[in-house]
């Protein structure tokens, strides 16, 4: 049987330390038809070298050096340049199991699907090794809205993506929590997902990671704006219930701005802006949310006009 070529595309920005496992595991994958491509962010220390020298021994790599634009920046860069019938994106720090491609690929396949997603497990020197979200025990298809029980899984590293999925969507550039703000319009697209059951993507957790930096500072606002653009998006499309979902989601994140980030000059324009989201959010969810207790739409009342007395309280 004709395999398809599947594109890898690898964001590298300063990890030099980790950059030899992650490649290896990509080049040691039993599904040999790749195109690998590493986009250098701009490194400063030895990882745009440690590429060169990759991209020396296997055809398959091609590397791409650029000033530093940011993990959207180059995780755009390397779509642009994909010629693959499938898309994987794996993180330069993290590493794959030698069948993780294959095994999706398969599942994809076999079950014609649009997108395909492993288990992730989570590592590092300072916490224990865990499964990431709510992982599949065995290969499980979800049609229709049964689809979006992955919003909360919304990372793209542990997925393989049919292309045309991207022809009208890129990574916001700039912007943290990248794969929140996309991953609701590449599942309204997909017809099926396929959950392959199996661990195979190993996320690194490491201080100096996005991920790993303190949580409630200003880049907690990107969280929050990727959250209304869910939720937006899905109120538009009338998914229900994951519109609904979405709003309350888009509370707790305000909630935890409003008791965690300290008010001043540099945030002001970010409470101002989050007002505003959550207000329409608040009006939606009175309006034509489901399901809705009444304590729930107290504290919603609570964060909408009196933020202050509801962060005392929760």
Same mark, same amino acid.
């Given at each position: ?115 395909? @997603? $492993? +288990? ?10 865990? %499964? #990431? ?5 065995? =290969? ?15 990372? @793209? $590293? +542990? ?10 969507? %890129? #990574? ?5 929590? =990248? ?136």
């Amino acid at each position: 049987m004709c395999e398809d070529l599947i594109s890898i595309i690898v964001p590298v920005y300063n990890v030099e330390e980790f950059l030899d496992q992650c490649i290896k595991s990509v080049l040691d994958q039993s599904y040999k038809k790749l195109e690998i491509i590493l986009v250098d962010d701009g490194s400063t220390d030895r990882s745009g070298k440690i590429c060169d020298r990759y991209q020396m021994t296997d055809a398959r790599i091609k590397v791409i050096h650029k000033e530093n634009g940011g993990l959207s920046d180059a995780r755009n860069t390397g779509l642009r340049l994909a010629k693959g019938k499938y898309y994987s994106f794996i993180d330069s720090d993290d590493y794959i199991s030698s069948e993780m491609i294959q095994t999706m690929f398969d599942s994809l396949k076999r079950n014609q699907c649009d997108i395909a @997603v $492993c +288990n992730m497990i989570r590592f590092g020197d300072a916490v224990d090794s865990v %499964k #990431f979200y709510y992982p599949a025990e065995r =290969e499980q298809v979800l049609a229709g809205t049964e689809r979006f029980q992955t919003l909360n899984q919304p990372s @793209v $590293c +542990n997925k393989l993506f049919c292309s045309e999925l991207f022809n009208n969507i %890129k #990574f916001p550039k700039g912007k943290y929590y =990248e794969d929140t703000y996309v991953y609701h319009e590449l599942l309204y697209q997909a017809k099926k997902i396929v959950l392959t059951g199996k661990d195979s993507y190993w996320y690194r957790a490491r201080p100096g990671s996005i991920v790993g930096k303190k949580r409630y500072t200003s880049q907690y606002f990107d969280f929050i704006e990727a959250v209304y653009c869910r939720a937006r998006f899905l109120e538009e499309k009338n998914v229900q219930p994951y519109w609904t979902e979405a709003c309350l989601s888009l509370y707790a994140a305000y909630a935890n701005a409003e008791k965690n980030i300290e008010k001043s000059e540099k945030t002001k324009v970010y409470f101002q802006q989050l007002k505003k989201e959550f207000a329409w959010a608040y009006r939606k969810i009175m309006k034509r949310g489901k399901n809705i207790g009444m304590k729930q739409k107290i504290r919603l009342m609570l964060l909408r006009y009196f933020p202050r007395i509801h962060s005392r309280i929760y």
